[in-house]
């Protein structure tokens, strides 16, 4: 005899036999009509509250509907499948906030609102076509970089996936679109997710100063490319995290929004060696400020950063001063990776570095960005070319 889940319903209501089932935190229906399956979800959470509300009113309106009035399923109250936009993204975000951390989720919840919705607002997921979502990703991107449009387009997706996984729609318009793609015929910093810096850029940017009003950038710089620790990690850093003694950072948090947080993934949880360069770069921010506040760096206020933006905005002001193409602060992690790799450097000690999993995702990310510098081309070709007249 087949053994019935706990957690699993069985009420017979007007002979019509339900399944009530948890999927997630969602009480969700099953339940056979004139030899047809129907499963739908509540929309209810799975509390024993909500289990009596659906066995003491939601079934005998639906018994009610099929048996008297002759209705279609997908009409039955309070599981209609002609669910609106709004509708299925209140659950989706309901869902979601579990799942990620709050600058993701509000993140995630302000790209909806504003670039989703007002375009959709009031209509059934069941009733958009594949040419409207088109129209919708053309009038983005006349506004927007290609990578942008794909996580507005990416949050849709998702809102469709849970809508199919729960059997309100049968289809996702998004599925028949073309995600947008970068325009490889023109060249443009921001099209180009990564640009690693050259030898000479990384003199300027690292040794330059009085460019600039704020004196601890040349040490931030030159700490971040001879560590290649995220922007946002730096800024967590306290002056307890570094031993000067072992040549060591432990890197157990970071910084979004002015809250302090977990690193981006388990593996960014780390501690990395010290090169000399990154080590003499905090001795000088050390000189600089102390331990104020026990934060390694400081703003102009002698206060924590409370997000890394300010110091992107400073890092391309000194772009701008040295006459260096204009690229994101995060460029310096990069071009740390890249150097390292050309450089022959363990590619375990890279990964582990820069907060990887594995090192077959360094090697996927980078291996095709590094920038070889003309002199170590030519030697290179040099040696190519002996080779071969021997």
Request: glycine share 4%; proline share 4%; charged share 25%.
């Amino acid at each position: 005899m087949k053994k019935r889940k706990p957690d699993h319903h069985y009420p017979v209501v007007g002979g019509i036999k339900f399944t009530i089932k948890p999927e997630g935190e969602i009480w969700k229906l099953d339940f056979y009509h004139k030899g047809d399956r129907h499963k739908r979800s509540t929309f209810l959470k799975k509390t024993k509250a909500n289990l009596i509300e659906i066995e003491k009113v939601i079934l005998p309106q639906i018994v009610e509907e099929l048996t008297n009035t002759g209705l279609e399923s997908n009409t039955i109250t309070g599981i209609t499948s002609d669910i609106t936009l709004e509708e299925m993204a209140k659950e989706h975000f309901a869902l979601h906030k579990y799942n990620v951390r709050d600058h993701v989720y509000n993140r995630d919840l302000s790209n909806y609102n504003g670039h989703i919705l007002p375009y959709f607002k009031g209509r059934s997921l069941n009733s958009i076509k594949p040419i409207e979502i088109t129209k919708w990703q053309n009038r983005l991107l006349a506004k927007y970089k290609f990578s942008t449009v794909k996580k507005y387009r990416s949050i849709f997706y998702s809102i469709y996936t849970l809508a199919i996984n729960n059997d309100y729609v049968e289809r996702n318009p998004l599925s028949k679109v073309s995600a947008p793609k970068v325009n490889k015929s023109f060249h443009s910093f921001e099209n180009d997710l990564i640009r690693p810096f050259n030898t000479q850029e990384l003199d300027l940017l690292t040794n330059k100063e009085g460019i600039d009003d704020d004196s601890y950038m040349p040490n931030f710089i030159k700490f971040m490319v001879n560590t290649g620790i995220r922007p946002g990690e730096i800024i967590a850093l306290n002056w307890e995290d570094i031993n000067f003694e072992k040549k060591t950072i432990s890197i157990t948090k970071t910084i979004v929004n002015n809250k302090i947080g977990l690193p981006k993934t388990k593996s960014s949880i780390r501690q990395i060696d010290m090169l000399t360069d990154a080590f003499d770069a905090l001795k000088k921010q050390f000189e600089l400020t102390g331990a104020k506040n026990g934060a390694v760096f400081l703003n102009s206020c002698n206060s924590r950063f409370y997000n890394a933006d300010i110091l992107n905005i400073n890092f391309q002001k000194r772009l701008k001063n040295l006459n260096i193409d204009i690229r994101p602060l995060y460029q310096m992690r990069h071009s740390f990776a890249s150097r390292m790799i050309q450089a022959g450097v363990d590619l375990s000690w890279i990964s582990k570095t820069l907060g990887h999993k594995d090192p077959s995702i360094t090697l996927s990310v980078y291996t095709k960005y590094i920038v070889i510098e003309d002199d170590i081309r030519l030697s290179q070709l040099e040696k190519i070319e002996k080779k071969l007249s021997e």
